[in-house]
């Protein structure tokens, strides 16, 4: 995670625990289902550590928290389950931080915008604006955009003050 700003105070965690959790994770398994697709254990896996986290997380951190009993993961479960869980819009990847963030969204890269605390690593996903203007100016060049995804960088309320 990028820590480029010294902060003399604690951060928050927001993942999900839980009843909260377990719901989400119900809802992936039926989302996959009803797209034909399945949430395999591995797949699942990797979804709740990112879902937990509430966070960027990078892949390494994901091989390593892996295993129930703390045994790591083989790099390419991982990946092949992040892969996955980006193709059917339930994760991101954030370019600049080289790690991923649960999503709610929906498959095929949906256009995402994220506002991304240098500080603490809070990240909050918000629709893009002029995502449509983006494509259309796209277009006019030749490009089809397949995905369209805004990183911002700065400080969060609370890093801030």
């Known amino acids: 995670m990028v820590h480029s700003h010294a902060c003399a105070h604690d951060h928050d965690r927001p993942g999900l625990t839980g009843g909260v959790l377990s719901a989400e994770l119900q809802a992936a398994e039926a989302r996959c289902e009803a797209a034909g697709q399945k949430l395999t254990s591995p797949r699942r896996r990797v979804l709740e550590l990112l879902l937990e986290a509430g966070q960027p997380v990078k892949a390494y951190d994901l091989i ?18 992040l892969e996955f869980l980006s193709k059917q819009g339930f994760a991101h990847r954030i370019e600049s931080l080289n790690a991923y963030i649960a999503c709610g969204g929906a498959a095929d890269g949906h256009a995402a915008a994220f506002l991304i605390c240098d500080c603490c690593g809070r990240t909050r996903e918000i629709a893009p604006v002029g995502a449509d203007e983006i494509t259309r100016l796209a277009g006019t060049q030749g490009f089809t955009l397949k995905s369209l995804t805004v990183e911002a960088h700065g400080l969060c309320n609370d890093c801030e003050a």
């Open 64 to 81: 390593a928290a892996f295993g129930a009993d703390g045994e790591p993961a083989k790099p390419p479960t991982v990946y092949r389950a």
